[in-house]
């Protein structure tokens, strides 16, 4: 069984459509940057020498346009390509997180995700199998805490709350079924950190 809390995994806008729209406004900030500039001037300098500054600019003119519009292509690609490289880390995330799924719910054994609260996240077919539920809808949300037998009850929630602590314990419980099984299950748990610093626990 995982036990874990609940997190929401960020998701990161990709593809070369978003990619080719930050390309296109840089592109045309910089042709902006030669419109804007002659204008702004001519505003702010009370002149009529718009079409002069836009079609001949002095040298100075043409550094300054040139440095601003350089510095906004750059600026342009560096956003391109980081969120290129966040993309592929997304997609590569997305694919092992797939591949844990697949192995999870090959996993002969009762494999579930819990809350501290004790709620049921996630759980793979066998540990359907063993509380003899039909899909996982039927219980998720559902606190667990109701199919353990109640003689184990209370040491289950003892348990949980323990293993949320960061202990590393083994409990031997009964489940109730939904149709009426009592199944004998052996919790052993292997504690792992995640990356928000919350704590994550396998129990078979």
């Known amino acids: 069984m995982i036990v874990s809390n609940r997190q929401l995994l960020p998701g990161w806008a990709h593809g070369r459509l978003f990619r080719t729209g930050i390309l296109f406004a840089t592109l045309l900030l910089c042709l902006l940057i030669w419109i804007l500039d002659p204008l702004v001037d001519a505003r702010l300098l009370g002149n009529s020498r718009f079409l002069d500054q836009l079609l ?40 092992q997180r797939e591949s844990l799924q697949q192995i999870i719910r090959a996993e002969p054994e009762c494999v579930k995700t819990l809350s501290r609260s004790g709620e049921l996240l996630q759980m793979n077919p066998a540990g359907l199998a063993m509380i003899e539920a039909d899909s996982l809808e039927q ?23 323990r293993i949320f602590a960061g202990e590393s314990v083994r409990l031997q419980y009964r489940v109730i079924g939904l149709k009426g099984a009592r199944p004998l299950s ?3 748990p292997c504690r792992c950190s995640t990356p928000t610093g919350g704590s994550r626990h396998i129990w078979r």
Do not use: H, K, W
């Open 56 to 95: 001949s600019p002095s040298r100075t003119e043409i550094y300054v346009r040139s440095l601003m519009s350089l510095t906004a292509l750059i600026a342009g690609l560096v956003i391109a390509v980081l969120q290129r490289r966040l993309s592929l880390q997304y997609r590569l995330l997305n694919e």
């Open 186 to 188: 052996t919790a052993m």
């Open 139 to 161: 219980v998720q949300g559902r606190c667990v805490y109701d199919l353990i037998a109640p003689e184990d009850r209370d040491a289950f929630m003892a348990f949980n709350r």
